[in-house]
Nanobody, 125 residues
Framework: VQLQASGGGLVQAGGSLRLSCAAS????????MGWFRQAPGKEREFVAA????????NYTDSVQGRFTVSRDSAKNTVYLQMNSLKPEDTGVYYC???????????????????WGQGTQVTVSS
C-alpha cells in the first residue's frame, strides 16, 4: 500500500495551494482519509479528515473556513484545498488513511494505519 502526496510548494501569505494524495495497493473507498502536518520542532498534528462516504468532514480549529478536504473514491485520491494561507501553516503535510482502525477520534496519529511520504508547504510572510 502506498500513499503518494503532491502539490506542496512555496507560496506567499494569503495564497492558495491544493494538495493531492493518490493511494495504490488497496482501495480506501470504505475508509476515512485525512491530512496531518508537522512543523519544524513540533509534533505531527491533525489538520482535516473526510469520512468514507465524503459526507462528513472534520477540521482542526486553526484551518476551519480556510481549508477544504475532499475525495474522489473512483480515483482513490484525497485532496486538501488550502486558501488564505498563513506563515503558521508552514510544515510537511502528510496524508493518511484508515485500514483496520475504523473508529475513534481522527486527532491521534495512532488512529491511522497508513501514511504518505509528506509534501513540504512553505508560506512566506
Amino acid at each position: 500500500v502506498q500513499l503518494q502526496a503532491s502539490g506542496g510548494g512555496l507560496v506567499q501569505a494569503g495564497g492558495s495551494l491544493r494538495l493531492s494524495c493518490a493511494a495504490s495497493g488497496r482501495t480506501f473507498s470504505d475508509r476515512a482519509m485525512g491530512w496531518f502536518r508537522q512543523a519544524p520542532g513540533k509534533e505531527r498534528e491533525f489538520v482535516a479528515a473526510i469520512s468514507w462516504s465524503g459526507r462528513n468532514t472534520n477540521y482542526t480549529d486553526s484551518v476551519q473556513g480556510r481549508f477544504t478536504v475532499s475525495r474522489d473514491s473512483a480515483k482513490n485520491t484525497v485532496y486538501l484545498q488550502m486558501n488564505s494561507l498563513k506563515p503558521e501553516d508552514t510544515g510537511v503535510y502528510y496524508c493518511s488513511a484508515r485500514g483496520t482502525i475504523t473508529g475513534g477520534s481522527y486527532y491521534p496519529t495512532r488512529n491511522w494505519d497508513y501514511w504518505g511520504q509528506g509534501t513540504q508547504v512553505t508560506v512566506s510572510s
